[in-house]
Structure formats: C-alpha cells, structure tokens
C-alpha cells in the first residue's frame, strides 16, 4: 500500500495560470479530503468527498477553487487564474469511513510568482 | 459545532525530559478525538486515537495521552524525548457519527540537546 499519493510535489505557476493538483487516495477508502496549509493560517479545511461525491466545500475560495472525484481512485483539486495569497501547501487525505482516522499524502506545495 | 484549542504555538523541551502537549475540545458530545504528528515537507501522520475506555490511550514511539471528560481535555505526555520527536503536533476532533475531522492550530514542539 504506497499510502496517499500527491502529485506533483511542487509546482510553480505564474499570477493567472491555472494550477490542477492530483490525489490518489488509498484505495477502499470512501472519504478524501482536501486541505490548504500555510504558516499563517495553519491547516485550512476546504472540501470532502464521499463515496466520490461532494459533501462539504464550505472551506472553497468560491470564485476560482474547484475539486472533483470523477472516480475513486482519483481527486483533483483545480486553482483558476492562481494569486499569490494562493501559494500554500495542499494537503489530500483520506480515510475508511465514519469517525476513522486519515491517512495524508505529503502534500503538494504550490508556489504562485 | 465542535472546536479544537491548543493553547501552546510553540514548546521547548531539552532532550530527555518529558513533555505535555496541552489540548482543549469543544464538544457536547463524546468525541472521537486524534494527535497527529507533522514531519518537515511531510504529511500529518497518526500518532493515536481515543473514543472510549481507557482514558489512558498508548501511541507509536513512546507517546500517550490522556482524555478527560470532566475537563475537555486530551492532553499528549512523553517521559523522555528525543531530538527525532521535533515537528509539529496536531490535536484533532470528530463527532460521534461523523467524517470531517476539525484540527486544532498546532504545536510545534523543539527539542533541544
């Protein structure tokens, strides 16, 4: 079991590209979560799926943030016309199912220049 | 809602001595409550779990912790440190029945030679 895996590890973008970053979650797991880290604001919820849809995006930048599980071995999460406030380190994890633990990936740290 | 309150951004210890990781909840009911443990440019890992008996629970390398109903509280101990137990450590909550785990804002824990 290679865990969560995350891809790519980093990526830098310039100020209005667009950024997708790649989950693969550990696989039976029903829920995937994703999750933006930065020193200021430390861990940030954004959005969850289960069983491959949308429950909660209540943490999701409305205007250019979209995440999308179109099957269960994959999530992505897509950053349109990226800022740099956007630069961070976006965390995927997943986990079994109700109250069980989640298993991260090492995160994808995106920069915006 | 539920909330999450480590009271401590950061904590020094030297190495070998113990420690205490204080956290705080917020929640009506009996929660499933988590510490994770954050590596530099890693991922959270698991370092244990609690939802009911023993309000003593045992963790990986050496850690535990201890709920406390009467006082919202489930604090993580370690007798004797090590400069490896350097990283950040996340308090975690989720509600009985519930998916979306709610983390506290961190500690970063610094041990020193």
């Known amino acids: 079991n290679a865990g969560v895996i995350q891809t790519p590890r980093h990526k830098v973008t310039g100020k209005g590209q667009e950024a997708t970053l790649w989950c693969e979650p550990i696989s039976g797991h029903s829920a995937v979560f994703w999750y933006r880290q930065t020193i200021v604001q430390g861990l940030e919820f954004l959005t969850y799926f289960r069983n491959q849809a949308p429950i909660d995006d209540s943490g999701m930048p409305k205007e250019r943030f979209s995440a999308q599980m179109p099957n269960q071995s994959h999530s992505t999460l897509k950053i349109q016309s990226t800022q740099p406030q956007d630069s961070a380190v976006y965390l995927c994890?997943?986990?079994?199912?109700?109250?069980?633990?989640?298993?991260f990936g090492s995160g994808t740290r995106l920069l915006v220049i | 809602a539920q909330s999450v309150t480590q009271p401590d951004a950061r904590v020094t210890v030297s190495e070998g001595a113990s420690l205490q990781l204080r956290c705080k909840y917020s929640?009506?009911?009996?929660?499933?409550l988590f510490w994770y443990v954050q590596y530099p440019r890693q991922g959270l890992q698991l370092l244990l779990k609690?939802?009911?008996?023993?309000?003593v629970v045992q963790g990986v390398n050496g850690f535990e912790a201890e709920f406390s109903k009467s006082n919202s509280s489930f604090h993580l101990r370690k007798a004797s440190v090590h400069w490896s137990d350097s990283a950040v450590y996340f308090c975690?909550?989720?509600?009985?029945?519930?998916?979306?785990?709610?983390f506290g804002s961190g500690t970063r824990l610094l041990v020193s030679p």
């Open positions: 609690y939802y009911s008996g023993d309000p």
């Open positions: 929640y009506s009911g009996t929660p499933y």
């Open positions: 975690a909550l989720s509600r009985t029945g519930g998916y979306k785990v709610v």
């Open positions: 994890a997943s986990s079994l199912g109700v109250n069980s633990d989640y298993t």
